[in-house]
């Protein structure tokens, strides 16, 4: 894992390599800033149902760290896959040309097969330590790559550890970040290679 960081608290770009705990697999990630915003982008190489998956992503968000619009391409076996998803006008976020009932709520984009995308709302939150916050993020499920609202809440419980929930608290993890936002560990799922 790489991180430059500038000014304190002003991240420049961060790279980091995952490898998967609950199937076999890696990923890699890098956040930079580009323009007057973020992107954040990667590659997930994994295994899922005996089937080989290879996923390339890439998600864009404004100075603040809203997200504005996000790609997928790649395959899953032999099935490929091509995912454009955007974020307009009064928070209509669209996936493929259509738009997802919903998730005008919603604030952040949250790729389910990767914990890259748990960076958004920690970046964009900036919590202190004890302090908390609830948002609902678009949430694109993985294998069906559907787009939908999803509940979350997280809550920073030291200077490198956040407690994460989701569906009403029916998924909880406590989730270990680095200096930039990244996650390092994600219990039974992911971690710093």
Request: proline share 4%.
């Amino acid at each position: 894992m790489t991180a430059s960081m500038s000014g304190g608290t002003h991240l420049t770009a961060t790279t980091i390599l995952w490898r998967r705990l609950d199937h076999p697999g890696h990923e890699f990630a890098r956040v930079w800033h580009e323009g007057a915003g973020w992107r954040l982008a990667g590659v997930a190489v994994f295994a899922y149902d005996k089937e080989p998956c290879r996923l390339d992503y890439s998600v864009v968000c404004d100075r603040y760290w809203g997200t504005c619009a996000g790609n997928l391409s790649g395959w899953v076996g032999d099935r490929p896959v091509e995912v454009t998803i955007r974020r307009g006008a009064g928070g209509r976020w669209w996936l493929n040309g259509t738009e997802s009932a919903g998730t005008e709520v919603c604030t952040d984009l949250d790729l389910n097969f990767t914990p890259s995308t748990n960076l958004l709302p920690i970046r964009r939150l900036g919590l202190g330590i004890g302090q908390e916050a609830r948002v609902t993020a678009a949430w694109l499920r993985f294998p069906e790559f559907t787009l939908e609202p999803l509940a979350q809440l997280y809550r920073r419980t030291g200077v490198t550890t956040y407690r994460y929930e989701c569906a009403s608290a029916q998924f909880v993890a406590e989730l270990e970040v680095d200096a930039s936002g990244f996650v390092t560990r994600y219990p039974h799922g992911w971690v710093v290679e």
